[in-house]
């Protein structure tokens, strides 16, 4: 795959990740406080070297919603928070689908 494509890639699937999470946890905190379940999940992910597996704390803490709370870069494990644990399944693919693939190309690049 082709770098300037996993960038692209990624800013796309980022700005619709944040647009439709936005919307999606305005929801819950307007609508669905009283029956909201958070927590925190731990997210394997492989084949991303250091600075890639930050990039993608970054994009998961800027989509609301989840915040990054810890990479563990000897376990390649992040510890993610999650305002809707309803969804965690399919937040997680989500994840894996839109910026995992991308995040991999880029990290060839970097030497991984």
């Known amino acids: ?11 796309f699937n980022f700005l619709k990740m944040a647009v439709i999470s936005g919307f999606e946890t305005a ?6 406080a009283k029956t909201l379940q958070s927590g925190i999940v731990v997210m394997p992910y492989d084949g991303l070297g250091d600075n890639t597996a930050s990039l993608m704390g970054v994009l998961i803490t800027l989509t609301p919603g989840t915040t990054l709370l810890n990479i563990d870069l000897t376990h390649k494990k992040l510890t993610v928070h999650m305002l809707d644990m ?3 399944e399919q937040n997680l693919a989500q994840i894996h689908r839109d910026y995992l693939p991308y995040l991999k190309t880029l990290s060839r690049k970097e030497g991984v």
């Open 27 to 32: 929801r819950l905190i307007l609508f669905g």
């Open 86 to 88: 309803k969804k965690k």
């Open 1 to 11: 795959m082709n770098v300037i494509f996993a960038v692209f890639m990624l800013i």
